[in-house]
Structure formats: structure tokens, C-alpha cells
């Protein structure tokens, strides 16, 4: 009988010996490429699902640039929305009933409303204030104003607040009640 691995003679007690031992050893090396392979394929799911999250993120963040590129732009026409609104409110009746500034006026109020339309159609709304609860999220607390309201209840709004689709543009700044003293 011969040796496998190297073409030697062996004697017939020494063939068992090494058969067992070439098994043993077939078996070892099996079962270190199984490991392998159960690595490599946990590396590889593992690389798919962060290619796929990555994307995701890109996909988001491309979504994101898109919905809010004119925040910076929104927050800038926002003083000019309060300037168009405090001029209007500055008129008093008589000035109102004048003929002779009528048409101006009839042209801010033209202005305001096409102003609030371009605002609706770009997904920035008002922030609600009057009469509700403070929110830290949306408003910012100026004064305490002593009222019957429950403490905490927004009284009086000194300057609009706005959202951009579901972000703060800028906190409505309001005055909360507290309890008269």
C-alpha cells in the first residue's frame, strides 16, 4: 500500500492511521470554509443594508432641499408681510373713506392678499395663538399679562408667527396670562 499524499510505502497498520487523520483534517477545513462563507454573507448583508440606508438618507436629504430651499427667502418676506400688515391696521376710518387715498389702499390690501396666496401656495401657514395654550415650540413668551384667562393662555400676540410645511419659520411672539395679583 501506498502513502496518498506523497507515493510512499506504507505498512497495512499505518494506512489506518493516517485515513482517520486526512478525515479529521477534510472535516476541519470544511468547517473554517463554512465560517467563511457565513461571514462573507453576513459582510454582504450587512454592506446591502447600509447601501440602501444610504440612499434613503440621499434620497430624504435631496426631498428635504427641495420642500425647504426658500426657508432662508421665506424668513426674509416675513418682515414685509408684518410692515404690508402694520401699515393697514395703521389706517383709521377716516383715512379709509378719504377718496383720495382709497385706491392706495385698495392696492395694499391687493397686495396683502396676493402676498398670503403666494405664502398658502409655498406651505407657510400662520401659527394659531390667541386664546391657546402656550407652546414653547411655536410661540415665544414676551410679558405676562395679568387676566382672568388661566394661566399660561396666550392673551395677546405681538408679532405673527409662521410655519414652513412642518418647520418653524419664526416663533409667534406672544404675551401669557397670568393671575392678577
Known amino acids: 500500500m501506498t502513502n496518498i499524499e506523497n507515493d510512499t510505502p506504507v505498512e497495512d497498520g499505518q494506512a489506518e492511521d493516517i485515513a482517520p487523520e486526512a478525515a479529521v483534517d477534510a472535516q476541519d477545513e470544511t468547517a ?10 453576513q459582510d454582504v448583508l450587512y454592506a446591502r443594508a447600509e447601501t440602501q440606508n444610504v440612499r434613503r438618507r440621499a434620497e430624504k436629504e435631496v ?14 418676506i416675513l418682515s414685509v408681510a408684518d410692515n404690508l400688515g402694520r401699515a393697514l391696521a395703521a389706517l383709521t376710518d377716516e383715512q379709509r373713506e378719504d377718496a383720495a387715498i382709497k385706491p392706495l389702499i385698495t392696492g395694499l390690501e391687493a397686495t396683502e392678499r396676493e402676498l398670503l396666496g403666494v405664502f398658502e401656495r409655498n406651505g407657510i401657514t400662520r401659527i394659531a395663538a390667541i386664546g391657546l395654550p402656550l407652546d414653547p415650540n411655536q410661540h415665544q413668551a414676551m410679558l405676562e399679562i395679568p387676566s382672568d384667562k388661566a394661566p399660561g393662555t396666550i392673551v395677546q400676540e405681538m408679532q405673527a408667527g409662521y410655519m414652513m410645511k412642518d418647520r418653524l419659520l419664526r416663533p409667534a411672539m406672544v404675551g401669557v396670562a397670568k393671575k392678577p395679583d
Open 32 to 41: 473554517k470554509l463554512t465560517e467563511q462563507i457565513a461571514a462573507l454573507q
Open 63 to 76: 426631498a428635504d432641499a427641495h420642500a425647504y430651499a426658500s426657508t432662508k427667502f421665506a424668513r426674509d
